[in-house]
């Protein structure tokens, strides 16, 4: 089984940045792709980014293109983000397959 856990969220201001770690243990060599999703309050789920564990290809969603920037070292993937909004504010978690992390808060203030 993997492990999944995330670190790095918080409260900054709109325009502001923060880096999401997601650090990964156990069987991880089952890891095939490693996604960064988010939840605010009152809305689905939904998709953030994602990286391929070998070879690293990358994709994003649209309202995060050119802002995020998803990138893993060895056991641990990184979700840096830029320029952020207030619409960014959420829970956001990682994710392999049917894993889950606890999530990690992201608050932006306008």
């Known amino acids: 089984q993997v492990q999944l856990v995330e670190s790095g969220g918080g409260l900054v201001q709109a325009g502001g940045s923060l880096r999401l770690s997601c650090a990964a243990s156990g069987r991880t060599f089952t890891i095939y792709t490693m996604g960064w999703f988010r939840q605010a309050p009152g809305k689905e789920r939904e998709f953030v980014a994602a990286?391929?564990?070998?070879?690293?290809t990358t994709n994003y969603a649209d309202s995060v293109k050119g802002r995020f920037t998803i990138s893993r070292d060895n056991t641990t993937v990184y979700l840096q983000m830029n320029t952020l909004k207030p619409e960014d504010t959420a829970v956001y978690y990682c994710n392999t397959r049917d894993i889950w992390g606890q999530g990690t808060q992201v608050t932006v203030s306008s």
């Open positions: 990286i391929r564990w070998s070879g690293g």
